[in-house]
């Protein structure tokens, strides 16, 4: 009577991997009270993937007779079926959500009665986790930028708060799992001073069809991953291009690229997306220059003058409505052919209009990089001086301008 009474004295304990096989196998023992009842049951890998096949076997002492073990693969569309002598094999369904999923085993006495117990012995399922191009799936609209600083595309401040990246799901490629991104945007003033960047991380994933997985799928990256907590269902289809501040004429830049810290692997640079924009401003700006003149033409030169080694002027700027560049030609009031601001005096100097050719900003036109301060060219001055006839004058002047 011994035997018959295996299935109500069985107990379930867990004695640990009993061994290692090539893809790292787990094993699970089962044993009743009786020293001469042992029940082990292993699978074939640590890992699966949807649609791989997995191997369950069951190992028991030759002295057991009594009962019918069944094993039981609690994944709904997975079924164990027996292909020899204690050996079973079930395919992982494509639909599956991945975790970590059970084997049961149902046992059947010799009396008929039938029994299920629990066992620790797990199939661990896990998402493919390929990174997808970029190119692919990932969009900025409704207005696509320029491939780079120079081309940026020009729009007005809320045509850029509206700029969104969307993501086209369908074309993410099946098996390549969820995809991480980091949108990081960065903004460059027109003088040339780059302001600091800021970062935000969004998941996508191609849709399963089903609302309801799309949502368990949604919220269990959401909570496995901390960078992501902050993620909203409905940012797994577009995203909002964070933006901090939006200085006239400054350029935006927009660059997507996978988070390598959560997909571990070879880092392509090329797997990435970048476009520019430039945010529109006023296009007449006032501003304010300090150069050091020289006079190579005086229209009165018999009537001399000791020019002083300054001119300040405040200088009205012509700016092109789409590529936010000043053009070339300025104009400006001022105080000219003077040592000091204050040194305006019979002999020495005095007020004049403005003409001024920039050949700095000329080249600052085909070089975004060009410092933005420094400016250098000729000018032509209508020149007031105290208690001397007017004339006219052709200057070459370098200096700065605010």
Known sequence: MVKSTFVECILLCVIGILSIHAQSRTSILIQSTFEDENIGISVDKSVYFPGDTVRLVIQRNDTATAGILTPILAIEGAT?????????????????????????????????????????????????????????????????????A????????????????????????????????????????????????????????????????????????????????????????????????????????IHIEP???????????????????????????AGFSLAIPKVLYDSRSVDTIQYGNYSAMVRLYFISPESGNRFPVSTGIG??????????????????????????????????????KVNFGLEVAPFLPIKKKARLLLVAQAGFSF
């Open 259 to 285: 988070d390598y810290t959560i997909k571990i692997g070879a880092v392509d640079r090329s797997n990435a997306v970048a476009q520019y924009y430039r945010v529109r401003g006023s296009t007449i700006e």
């Open 335 to 372: 105080i000219f052919g003077v040592n000091s601001p204050v040194d305006v005096g019979t002999g020495r100097g005095g007020f004049a209009l403005s003409m001024f050719l920039d050949v700095a900003e000329m080249i600052r036109i085909v070089n975004v990089g060009f410092t933005k």
């Open 80 to 148: 164990l079926k027996s292909i020899g002598r204690r050996t079973y094999l079930a395919v992982i369904p494509q639909t599956v959500t991945p975790g970590l999923y059970p084997v049961r085993l149902k046992v059947t006495d010799p009396e008929g009665r039938r029994f299920r117990y629990e066992t620790d012995c797990v199939v661990a399922v896990e998402e493919f986790q390929d990174v997808e191009q970029l190119s692919r799936y990932v969009s900025i609209y409704p207005q696509t930028g320029g491939d780079n």
């Open 150 to 253: 120079r081309e940026a595309v020009t729009l007005d401040r809320e045509q850029i708060r509206n700029l969104e990246v969307g993501f086209q799901r369908d074309s993410i490629r099946l098996h390549m799992g969820p995809q991480f991104l980091r949108i990081t945007t960065s903004i460059l003033l027109r003088e040339g001073i780059a302001v600091p960047s800021y970062e935000r991380r969004v998941v996508t994933f191609r849709s399963h069809g089903d609302p309801d997985r799309n949502r368990a799928m949604f919220i269990q990256y959401r909570t496995a991953y901390g960078a992501y907590a902050n993620i909203r269902p409905e940012e797994l289809e577009h995203v909002l291009v964070p933006v901090d501040s939006l200085p006239d004429w400054a350029i935006l830049g």
